[in-house]
């Protein structure tokens, strides 16, 4: 019986009990803790190769849904991991690219320069900003750099002797800088300043300087600057040697016919002057012909006669109208007045060409002579003329004679308005230095009806400056 009914319950099927005291009542097996670093990797191996399986193979029922999904993102995937392993190698090799470039350069701006030594009187060096008593130093010891030319070299140095100065100078001009020649020459202006202003009292050791023709062209035209400033007797001399000598550099020979319009003249150079001013280069035949006055004879002032006539370049005429009205010549008055008769007033603008040579025609003319202020006055009282010939030609009229210049400036005085304020201050200027003091009722009566007050302002300050030079004093 016990047997019958042990086996008729061993083919009966026992459901589970998963009521809750049933739960409680089972006893709870601990699970063996993993170790943390090793729970994601098995985990994530797995699942990856079980949605590769599902999705590739389609073992899975869900495999023909997911399938082109999966074949997206695996493939995105492997995308992004080609563009990162590419972008990293990119990198890594631009890295090994720079680095022997940045040691190159490192080694370079770590390399010494030897540099260049300034000689002294001795031929030994000296230091360039410091004199030797403040290196502590032998002359032989100093160093100096050839880049130091590009900072130390561009200021004058009053520690230093003045030759000292002129051999940094030197060594500065004999530096060739990055920058060209007009770099160069705003570099040293300071240093080139000084050397000038502390020039005089030493011509001996400028001439000695200059005795060597292979030094630097700007050294040279430099030197040439300090001799004229020192006034010495040689000065003027060797300034015409250098400005005549066609085997001089051509820069030089011009600083030198430039320099020529500031000395004073000691001995006049006719035969030197007909080679400036038939030059073939026009700035040395402009520069002879404005020291021309002092040193023309008769066959130099027909030369200068046929350049103010002739002349194509506007400021070579110029320098021909200033030599003929500066010169002695008896005729100037009739040249002058031929060159005005064959300028008709061609424009109002005061700043052609034209009207620049004839406002310096008018500018020497020779308001004593009847013929000189007439015609100043016909240019004065003319509309048509440009208002800068006009201005030039009223204050001329102020040096003729004062019966007839007084009533005529008095009377443009009163006739020009308001917006004609560059005549009206001429005509102002002009009755001013004509009348002195006795000018002021009638310029005061007219600057009173002006409306604009910095107009009325402005011409103000100009007839008390003009009143502040003039010591005359005329009936009105």
């Avoid at 601990?30 to 990856?48: F, G, R, S, T």
């Avoid at 492997?78 to 090994?96: F, N, P, S």
């Avoid at 031929?123 to 360039?128: D, E, K, T, Y």
């Amino acid at each position: 019986m016990r047997d019958c009914l042990r086996r008729s319950l061993g083919r009966v099927r026992v459901p589970a009990d998963r009521s809750e005291e049933s739960q409680r009542k089972r006893p709870c097996i601990p699970k063996p803790e993993a170790a943390p670093q090793n729970v994601l990797a098995p985990i994530d191996a797995m699942w990856y190769r079980s949605l590769a399986i599902m999705l590739l193979r389609g073992k899975s029922d869900h495999a023909p849904r997911w399938r082109g999904a999966g074949h997206a993102i695996l493939w995105g995937f492997t995308c992004l991991v080609l563009v990162t392993l590419t972008v990293l190698l990119g990198i890594q090799v631009a890295d090994l690219s720079r680095k022997p470039a940045d040691e190159k350069r490192r080694a370079c701006s770590t390399s010494v320069v030897k540099p260049l030594p300034i000689p002294d009187a001795h031929g030994s060096a000296r230091a360039a900003s410091r004199p030797a008593a403040e290196t502590g130093a032998p002359d032989d010891k100093l160093p100096t750099s050839a880049a130091a030319s590009d900072d130390e070299t561009a200021a004058y140095d009053p520690a230093l002797a003045y030759r000292q100065n002129l051999l940094r100078f030197k060594a500065a001009t004999e530096h060739r800088s990055t920058g060209g020649h007009r770099a160069r020459v705003d570099r040293l202006r300071d240093l080139v300043t000084g050397l000038v202003q502390n020039a005089p009292g030493r011509a001996d050791l400028i001439l000695n300087a200059l005795a060597n023709p292979q030094a630097d062209p700007y050294y040279r035209t430099v030197l040439l600057t300090c001799l004229a400033e020192t006034r010495c007797a040689e000065a003027e001399e060797r300034v015409w040697a250098a400005a005549v000598d066609e085997r001089e550099d051509l820069g030089v020979r011009r600083r030198a016919a430039a320099l020529l319009t500031h000395l004073e003249t000691t001995t006049p150079r006719p035969h030197r002057l007909l080679k400036l001013i038939t030059s073939d280069d026009p700035d040395i035949r402009v520069f002879g012909l404005l020291a021309a006055p002092d040193h023309m004879n008769e066959e130099g002032y027909r030369v200068v006669k046929r350049r103010v006539l002739n002349a194509t370049d506007i400021n070579e005429s110029i320098a021909a109208t200033v030599a003929v009205g500066k010169s002695l010549f008896p005729d100037k008055g009739t040249v002058l007045l031929h060159i005005l008769k064959s300028m008709p007033a061609e424009s109002k603008e005061s700043y052609t060409d034209s009207a620049i040579l004839k406002r310096t025609v008018v500018s020497h003319l020779d308001a004593g002579s009847t013929d000189g202020y007439y015609a100043a006055r016909k240019i004065a009282a003319d509309p048509s003329e440009a208002a800068g010939v006009r201005g030039r030609a009223i204050l001329k009229c102020a040096e003729g004679p004062p019966e007839d210049a007084l009533p005529f400036i008095r009377e443009l005085v009163t006739e020009f308005g308001d917006e004609d304020v560059f005549l009206l201050q001429s005509a102002i200027q002009a009755l001013a230095r004509l009348a002195g003091a006795a000018a002021q009722p009638v310029i005061r009566s007219r600057l009173a009806k002006i409306d604009n007050g910095e107009i009325r302002k402005h011409l103000e300050n100009v007839l008390e400056h003009t009143l502040s030079k003039q010591g005359k004093e005329k009936p009105l």
